[in-house]
């Protein structure tokens, strides 16, 4: 095995029919770090080839076509970005936290001993070494690490760099088959199925009234009902309240719920992880209830509140009902 | 069905976390520790499977501080056997390492499958389950919300984001990274734990110079700057409820005060 060449590589996802938000990202972070190296910008795309014309900004493409329609395989997508570092020896190997980071990234690290960082927010390259800053402990510490200046992995917090703009460019693509791959899988590609379709339609609302473990109990959740009722909004919630069986799947705010963009966010006991921003950081105004005043969610509010949730609700209600 | 479950402690992140003097670790002397929480569904998720279709649980994880409490506590649920690597660990240990121990562990045990939280909060250097699959060359997933096994085969489903799920036909054995169970995690009543203390078992198992690979090096951990987006509203909860309620009514998302 030879070491690695100044590349930079990208994996990017392809998302109803076109790329998605991370990967623009990844493309552009990846773009600074390829230009301070020296090298190319090689993207490995999983999904539909028209897509790949797309990736401006790359100098390569590679694309798995097949994966978009055959279905996703953990074990698929590893030995198939494992052939293409084999083959292009890339410095740095870009991948977005999320399912498919999560899969590739740790085991991509032991099979070609490359130095990984995770919840990485920001790359730089200095003297020829690349370092990193990760997001750790649910956003509240930032740590800034020396990758080293072998073959380096970082694993990608969506929403920590800006979407290189759409167009269509110059970029060479060459497409690859995953045939010789899928007979010999442990884990075959899996069937996928849509989020079921509810009564409650959270991202349509103006406002969401939107709560997290802070509320302790199931029991406690009427205080929050109570509120959202009173304003004729529904309530949303973080993950934990949703696992926990407080309130169903549809309700979720988040990474593996829904993205939401209300006039107004109003959250209660939520501490504002990664996963949660990816979710409504974008709404127009967020407002947060949040007894730890180093909460992250205070990171991303417009206005905040240390005030414990069971002391303020009931006063919200209150005015509201008037 | 034997399975493995590897589960840790890590720092409360309700607690305030403060970085010690060397500017590249929390610490470690005085922060609460707790158990992972998707280590906690990956030993529900297990102890589910195990009441379903028989076999063993046995929970595995190397010494830390308060690594006890939670072998404890999974005997209490049921696990039935819980192992404690030794060795040369301290501060904070980097993925590969912790998946190197546990993977030279796992390696000589009978195993359909292996469980372990899709994540940790201070997993800077990766997540453990595809670190531990790629070590022991058996295939891996992560994001997983359901298992089922029939047979030699399981169904798993995993999260692709977004609502999205995708459940694939796989063959055992097989190592994944759970996201949550298909129930809350059991509750176990303090008493039962220290029934447990007394009359249960740790295995120690000494680990010896298992080398990992290469690994980032910290050069400073601190806390985020404050970016000051945030108006704090102070004062008593009528003041701050007022103040919140002019906010919604100057988007137009409420009513006007009545008399206004
Ligand atoms: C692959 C993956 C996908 C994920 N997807 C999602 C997702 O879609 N959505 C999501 O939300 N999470 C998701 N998560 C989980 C995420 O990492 C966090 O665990 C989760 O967001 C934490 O939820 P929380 O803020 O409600 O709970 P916690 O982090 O436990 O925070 C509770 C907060 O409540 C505060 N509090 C406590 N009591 C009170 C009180 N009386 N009054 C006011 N405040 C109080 C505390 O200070 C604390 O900050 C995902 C994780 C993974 C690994």
């Known amino acids: ?322 | 069905m034997n399975i493995i479950v590897a589960m840790r402690q890590l720092a409360d992140l309700v607690e305030e976390l403060e970085v010690d003097s060397s500017g590249t670790d929390i610490d470690r002397e005085f922060v609460k520790f707790v158990s992972n929480e998707w280590d906690e569904a990956a030993l529900e998720e297990a102890l589910c499977l195990k009441e379903a279709y028989g076999g063993t649980v046995t929970v595995v994880g190397i010494e830390e501080v308060d690594f006890h409490q939670t072998l404890h506590a999974a005997l209490a649920k049921g696990a039935d056997r819980a192992v404690e690597l030794t060795g040369d660990f301290e501060g904070w240990i980097p993925t590969r390492q912790r998946a190197a121990a546990l993977a030279w562990f796992i390696r000589e045990c009978d195993f359909d499958l292996v469980l372990t939280g899709v994540q940790a909060a201070d997993d800077l250097n990766g997540q453990l389950a595809g670190a531990i699959g790629a070590m022991l060359g058996v295939a891996h997933a992560s994001v997983v919300t359901n298992i089922s096994v029939e047979g030699s085969e399981a169904h798993i489903t995993q999260e692709l984001g977004g609502g999205v799920t995708s459940v694939s036909r796989a063959r055992l054995p097989l190592v994944l990274g759970v996201q949550s169970a298909r129930q809350a995690p059991r509750y176990v009543p303090i008493s039962r734990i220290r029934q447990v203390m007394a009359e249960a078992t740790i295995e120690k198992v000494p680990v010896t110079g298992e080398s990992f690979g290469n690994t980032p090096q910290v050069l400073r951990l601190y806390a985020p700057e404050a970016s000051g987006t945030a108006t704090m509203l102070e004062g008593k909860p009528k003041e701050v409820a007022s103040a919140i309620y002019d906010v919604l009514v100057a988007k137009g998302v409420a009513g006007s005060r009545k008399g206004n």
């Open chain 1, 1 to 322: 095995m030879s070491g690695p060449n100044n590349g930079v590589m990208v994996v990017l996802e392809a998302t109803a029919g076109r790329l998605s938000d991370v990967s623009l990202e990844l493309i552009s972070l990846g773009k600074d770090v390829a230009n301070s190296l020296g090298g190319p910008l090689v993207g490995v795309l999983i999904g539909a080839s028209d897509v790949a014309l797309t990736a401006v900004g790359c100098d390569i493409v590679d694309c798995y076509v097949d994966f978009g329609t055959i279905g996703y395989s953990s074990e698929m997508a590893v030995t198939a970005l494992s052939a293409r570092v084999e083959a292009i020896r890339p410095r740095l190997l870009l991948a977005p936290t999320g399912t498919l980071g999560l899969d590739l990234c740790s085991a991509l690290s032991v099979a070609f001993d490359a130095t990984l960082a995770s919840y990485v927010v920001g790359l730089s390259v200095d003297a020829g070494r690349i370092q990193a800053t990760s997001q750790l402990y649910g956003g509240k510490l930032l740590a800034d690490c020396d990758l080293g200046d072998g073959f380096a992995i970082a694993c990608v917090v969506p929403g920590s760099a800006v979407a290189l703009q759409l167009g269509v460019g110059d970029v060479e693509v060459s497409n690859h088959s995953l045939d010789a791959i899928v007979g010999s899988l442990a884990i075959e590609p899996g069937i996928r199925h849509e989020p079921e379709a509810s009564g409650v339609d959270i991202v349509a609302a103006e406002l969401l009234v939107s709560v997290g473990r802070g509320i302790g109990a199931s029991a406690n959740l009427e205080v929050v009902q109570e509120l959202a009722d009173a304003l004729g909004v529904p309530m949303s919630a973080s993950r934990p309240v949703i696992d926990q069986g407080w309130l169903p799947k549809p309700h979720q705010v988040g990474k593996s719920g829904k993205k939401v963009k209300p006039k107004v966010y109003l959250s209660f006991g939520i501490s504002g992880a990664p996963e949660h921003l990816e979710g409504m950081r974008q709404s127009e105004v967020i407002i947060a209830c949040n007894t730890d005043p180093n909460a992250p969610i205070f990171k991303v509010a417009h206005y905040g509140t240390t005030l414990d949730l069971f002391d303020l609700v009931p006063e919200l209600v209150e005015l509201v009902e008037g």
